[in-house]
């Protein structure tokens, strides 16, 4: 079998447990790292399962957080090429991964690092953070609630970013 599948059965096996429970402990994390993903993210359909898990798991760990950014960032940034800039296309599929349902605060986080690590990064990606900055684009936190409207790591990143 192909391990990009095995890879993602296992993901996928992870994260109907992840819902079952209705939340992601620390432990979770931690078998996410060493058994599920032992080699960080590896294809773009795993970024989605995880982007996706984000949005419906309505309590996790901050690790989860942590983890999804660092490695979201390391795959867009480093793992897709050409290493260390963010092309258009692979700006478009990211902000339709991020934005499918809604934007969470990890996902205002992940466009804010990537921004920050990457040489050279495709306008859409600012254009998101100064569009959600602008317009108040509802950023959501795990209990469904609205945040509010400026979320100080997403200005920091605009301002720099500019």
Request: aromatic share 4%; charged share 30%; glycine share 4%.
């Amino acid at each position: 079998m192909d391990a990009d599948i095995i890879g993602n059965a296992r993901l996928e096996a992870f994260a109907e447990r992840a819902r079952a429970a209705g939340r992601i402990l620390y432990g979770d994390v931690c078998r996410l790292q060493r058994n599920v993903l032992p080699h960080g993210i590896e294809t773009r359909e795993q970024v989605r399962l995880l982007l996706e898990l984000d949005r419906s798991v309505p309590r996790a760990d901050r690790a989860f957080g942590e983890f999804l950014v660092a490695s979201i960032v390391s795959f867009v940034v480093w793992g897709e090429r050409p290493t260390g800039r963010v092309e258009e296309d692979v700006a478009d599929w990211l902000i339709d991964c991020l934005c499918s349902e809604r934007l969470t605060r990890t996902g205002v986080a992940i466009v804010a690092e990537i921004l920050e690590e990457a040489d050279q990064s495709a306008p859409a990606l600012l254009a998101l953070l100064e569009r959600r900055r602008r317009i108040a684009l509802p950023v959501f936190d795990k209990d469904e609630s609205r945040v509010p409207e400026t979320d100080a790591s997403a200005d920091a990143a605009v301002a720099q970013a500019a």
